[in-house]
């Protein structure tokens, strides 16, 4: 009988050691469905860079890539030795195949010394309408602050909406050096992060959006501004520039 006992203490203990082994496994697995692994919570993210094709973007108005964008060490960079006027031969503006609405895009850029580019977004591929991914899309400005001529206008900065908005405050790295930032637009409302700060906040489509465009170079373009769904665009202004770790989030 004794031995009878014993036994069923342990088969009682060992069910006991199981029963809290499932329940902490069933623990964890609310636990991850409430704090998701950053793999996890990745998932609703969209790359739209693989770090090692052009698959997912083309030249504005064309169908594939130019050949100056090239894959170098995980970026897509703007090889811009061979310059046409103020772009790229065989470059161009790239955008992406999809268009987004509502969505929070997160991406790196670096730039050369005195060089010039832009994250234009709400671009409308109508090349029978608009030469320019710029004559439809807002832009966050990318350029070197202390090198490129450009930064002497106030609106023209790096993290700046484009001839619209100063940023502030002013976070972006030197030339050659990586700059994180984020463009979140959702339902109108606009803001901008760069290395970590938010630099910049404001409402799209309003009255007093229509006023600064009025008063902005983009005032005489033909429905500039006004919408509310597009492409994401990398600009060519002639001058290298790398751009990583892309992805966007639909909101």
């Known amino acids: 009988m004794l031995k009878k006992y014993i036994a069923g203490l342990a088969l009682l203990a060992l069910a006991g050691c199981q029963s809290t082994d499932q329940e902490t496994n069933t623990t964890t697995?609310?636990?991850?469905?409430?704090?998701?692994?950053?793999?996890?919570?990745?998932?609703?993210?969209?790359?739209?860079f693989d770090g090692e094709t052009t698959k997912g973007w083309h030249t504005y108005g064309k169908n594939a890539v130019g050949k100056a964008w090239i894959v170098d060490d995980g970026a897509l960079h703007l090889d811009a030795s061979n310059k046409k006027d103020w772009q790229t031969s065989d470059g161009g503006d790239i955008v992406t195949e999809d268009e987004f609405g509502n969505f929070h895009l997160q991406l790196e850029w670096k730039v050369a010394e005195n060089g010039n580019s832009g994250i234009i977004f709400y671009v409308n591929e109508d090349t029978s309408q608009y030469k320019y991914s710029w004559n439809t899309g807002l832009e966050m400005q990318v350029l070197d602050n202390n090198g490129h001529p450009d930064a002497k206008i106030k609106t023209h900065r790096a993290g700046d909406l484009y001839d619209l908005i100063a940023s502030s405050p002013e976070t972006v790295k030197p030339a050659g050096e990586w700059n994180q930032v984020e463009i979140i637009s959702n339902n109108g409302n606009l803001v901008f992060h760069q290395n970590g700060e938010k630099v910049l906040e404001t409402t799209l489509w309003d009255d007093n959006w229509r006023q600064m465009v009025?008063?902005?170079?983009?005032a005489d373009m033909p429905n500039w501004?006004?919408?509310?769904?597009?492409?994401i665009a990398l600009q060519d202004h002639g001058d290298n520039v790398w751009y990583r770790n892309i992805r966007i989030k639909r909101l």
């Open 29 to 48: 697995m609310a636990d991850n469905e409430q704090n998701p692994t950053t793999a996890e919570a990745e998932g609703e993210w969209i790359s739209l």
């Open 214 to 218: 009025a008063k902005s170079k983009f």
């Open 225 to 231: 501004g006004t919408f509310k769904s597009g492409k």
